[in-house]
């Protein structure tokens, strides 16, 4: 057995894509999109497309999950997805999504808590806050005349 032949050769995996590529085939004669995190080029299917063509150019080039979901295809639709799968979106390119979701998620919550609080306390116009000490001297003889008897 030769040097060449025991040399392993690489295995030829998924190619993963960023956005900066994917975001170039935008157009009619050249379309991309992602769905699901797989990159398809659906150039060809274009003319074909049960719904139109426009509906496909314009998620071109962008992630195209939401809009292909909305629409509910088929099992069959799904099926013709394979056939124009190109590669993955890149590991990078899917951490910069899910961070800025996870951003946006955060700062919503934390803004609408922070105003969900405010509202509150505009809202209940009863001082509350005072009564705390008035509370605990009640308390206390209540407990002092319990205790005396
Ligand atoms: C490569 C991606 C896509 C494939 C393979 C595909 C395939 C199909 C197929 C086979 C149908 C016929 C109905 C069915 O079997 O579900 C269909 C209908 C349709 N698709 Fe897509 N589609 C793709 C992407 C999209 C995208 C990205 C959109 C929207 C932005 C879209 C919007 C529609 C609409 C509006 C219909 C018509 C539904 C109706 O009239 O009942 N499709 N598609």
């Given at each position: 057995?030769?040097?060449v032949d025991a040399a392993?050769?690489?295995?030829?995996?998924?190619?993963?894509?960023?956005?900066?590529?994917?975001?170039?085939?935008?157009?009619?004669?050249?379309?991309?999109?992602?769905?699901?995190?797989?990159?398809?080029?659906?150039?060809?299917?274009?003319?074909?497309?049960?719904?139109?063509?426009?509906?496909?150019?314009?998620?071109?080039?962008?992630?195209?999950?939401?809009?292909?979901?909305?629409?509910?295809?088929?099992?069959?639709?799904?099926?013709?997805?394979?056939?124009?799968?190109?590669?993955?979106?890149?590991?990078?390119?899917?951490?910069?999504?899910?961070?800025?979701?996870?951003?946006?998620?955060?700062?919503?919550?934390?803004?609408?808590?922070?105003?969900?609080?405010?509202?509150?306390?505009?809202?209940?116009?009863?001082?509350?806050?005072?009564?705390?000490?008035?509370?605990?001297?009640?308390?206390?003889?209540?407990?002092?005349?319990?205790?005396?008897?």
């Open positions: 057995m030769s040097a392993p050769v690489p295995a030829a995996g998924p190619r993963s894509l960023e956005w900066d590529e994917i975001s170039k085939h935008n157009k009619r004669d050249d379309l991309w999109m992602v769905i699901h995190g797989k990159v398809y080029d659906t150039t060809r299917f274009l003319d074909e497309h049960p719904g139109g063509e426009e509906v496909m150019i314009e998620v071109g080039g962008q992630d195209a999950s939401e809009a292909f979901e909305e629409i509910g295809h088929s099992d069959d639709a799904r099926d013709l997805l394979k056939g124009f799968y190109v590669g993955d979106l890149s590991a990078k390119a899917k951490l910069g999504k899910a961070a800025t979701k996870v951003a946006t998620s955060v700062s919503t919550s934390v803004s609408s808590g922070a105003e969900a609080a405010k509202t509150k306390a505009k809202s209940s116009g009863f001082p509350f806050f005072p009564l705390v000490p008035l509370i605990a001297i009640v308390a206390f003889a209540v407990y002092k005349l319990l205790e005396n008897n």
